[in-house]
């Protein structure tokens, strides 16, 4: 009986929300409010793996630690292959609403556009931030308030 309570157990945490989300919802951000899939221009770069999403992560986090006041956003990257990028704002009313967070996503496109990768390709008018994830092999991005709102992206 026990055994069979919990095989039980596991297939209803399997089926959930929650297991589908790996644990992401409810401990990194809220369970998203809103979703959207964004079908980029990009295709993956063949060097792109685990490693290289890690790196983009730890170096746009090491850029902000560098200024003379504190980070505006937490980003790192989950999932087994590190596919998963998750952006969390340090600051509250920033990024609450699904026009503030495509206005940072704007504000994040402008970066990109300027970045070696883009001007070495010539797609730095057309390429944007999200289309950046893609080349690096991210296949999902979540922006959150780090309170009460996210929005999730698939990067197709």
Partial sequence: ??????????????????AAQEGHA???YPEPQSREDYVSR???????DRSRRLQFTQSLTMGQLERPFPPSFAIF?????????????MNAGYADTLFRMRGFLA??????RES?????????EIFTFLD?????????????DGDRYAHQILIK
């Fill in 132 to 144: 950046l994830l893609k080349l690096l092999g991210f296949q999902q991005l979540t922006v959150t």
């Fill in 77 to 89: 990257a989950k999932g087994d292959e590190a596919e998963k990028l998750i952006i969390v704002s």
């Fill in 42 to 48: 990009a295709r993956t770069m063949i060097d792109s």
């Fill in 26 to 28: 409810g401990y990194y």
């Fill in 107 to 112: 504000l994040l496109t402008h970066v990109a």
């Fill in 1 to 18: 009986m026990r055994l069979w309570l919990a095989v039980a157990g596991v297939v209803v945490a399997l089926a959930s929300p929650a």
């Fill in 116 to 124: 070696p990768l883009f001007t070495s390709f010539k797609v730095e």
